[in-house]
T-cell receptor, first 111, second 116 residues
């Protein structure tokens, strides 16, 4: 079945690293994504990783993929107050290419 | 590039009326557009997938007669909520994809629908 799960909340101090975790169920997913949503706004694609990769780094963002455990994480280095938002992971379901989203993790960054 | 707009950004309507939401890809042609619904503090749930020139494919549990989707051109898809009721109040988000060969969906800013 289609299921993506995330923890709901994460609170960090400004300057620390944040790690947001996600588990998924569809082992045939080709792409996994991280999106950011600010209050009242749509989704902004942060990064994505192809399923045959273990890691992808993009400036302050590092994505780790453990395909065996179906576990995806997003690490934000030097977290800033502007990073406060809800972060969604999503898997691209192989049939039809639709996206299945997790519940979202609300990241709160305290100064 | 790859900007998707939605109109209106918010709408308040009376119960029983119909509301149309537009989704436009501003600087690219989108063969596929997706419509999502998001309840407060919850995830996005895919409602339907719309391919230009053909009928939309609805997800299980989504009433196609209530949520009418039209994708008449490569830059415009519309979602009409017919005979809206308070339980239809939600945040509706569309996304657009150039073609199945492209990986990325570009999301619109969303439309907040409140039904009184």
């Amino acid at each position: 079945g289609e299921d993506v799960e995330q923890s709901l909340f994460l609170s960090v101090r400004e300057g620390d690293s944040s790690v947001i975790n996600c588990t998924y169920t569809d082992s045939s997913s080709t792409y996994l994504y991280w999106y950011k949503q600010e209050p009242g706004a749509g989704l902004q694609l942060l990064t994505y990783i192809f399923s045959n990769m273990d890691m992808k780094q993009d400036q302050r963002l590092t994505v780790l993929l453990n395909k065996k455990d179906k576990h995806l994480s997003l690490r934000i280095a030097d977290t800033q107050t502007g990073d406060s938002a809800i972060y969604f992971c999503a898997e691209r379901y192989n049939q039809g290419g639709k996206l299945i989203f997790g519940q979202g993790t609300e990241l709160s960054v305290k100064p | 590039g790859a900007v998707v707009s939605q109109h209106p950004s918010w709408v308040i309507c009376k119960s029983g009326t119909s509301v149309k939401i537009e989704c436009r890809s501003l600087d690219f042609q989108a063969t596929t557009m997706f419509w999502y619904r998001q309840f407060p503090k919850q995830s996005l749930m895919l409602m339907a997938t719309s391919n230009e020139g053909s009928k939309a494919t609805y997800e299980q549990g989504v009433e196609k007669d209530k949520f009418l989707i039209n994708h008449a051109s490569l830059t415009l898809s519309t979602l009409t909520v017919t005979s809206a009721h308070p339980e239809d109040s939600s945040f509706y988000i569309c996304s657009a994809r150039r073609s199945p060969l492209y990986n990325e969906q570009f999301f619109g800013p969303g439309t907040r629908l409140t039904v009184l």
